[in-house]
């Protein structure tokens, strides 16, 4: 098994900047593809960016693509996810998801969620 903990969401003004954290814990040794996914209310879950593991390789989804970067630090087994010129429609429940292989952008492929962290962009 596997566990994960989002941390680092809030409320920010357009245009600021918030960085998300998920440490994993458990049973991580093995390749995994990390994602970050998000929800807005009335909305499904959402592909945001993720991070192939053991080599580094990242994908974004073309609404975050040169505003977002995701991150992992092997040592402390936590991936980060830099959020910079926020805009309100960035407004959601932000997750970190652990899948074991490469990153895949949908949602059911992933065994592994984090309880969710809001972030909060106001106009």
């Known amino acids: 098994q596997v566990q994960l903990v989002e941390s680092g969401g809030g409320l920010v003004q357009t245009g600021g900047s918030l960085r998300l954290s998920c440490v994993l814990s458990?049973?991580?040794?093995?390749?995994?593809?990390m994602g970050w996914f998000r929800q807005a209310p009335g909305k499904e879950r959402e592909f945001v960016t993720g991070?192939?593991?053991?080599?580094?390789?990242?994908y974004y989804s073309d609404s975050v693509k040169g505003r977002f970067k995701i991150s992992r630090d092997n040592a402390k087994t936590t991936v980060y996810l830099q959020m910079n010129s926020l805009k309100p429609e960035d407004t959601a429940v932000y997750y970190c998801?652990?899948?074991?292989?490469?990153?895949?952008?949908?949602?059911?492929?992933?065994?592994?969620w984090g309880q969710g962290t809001q972030v909060t962009v106001s106009s």
């Open positions: 998801a652990a899948k074991r292989g490469i990153v895949v952008q949908t949602t059911s492929r992933y065994d592994y």
């Open positions: 458990g049973r991580t040794s093995g390749s995994y593809g």
């Open positions: 991070i192939n593991w053991s080599t580094g390789d990242t």
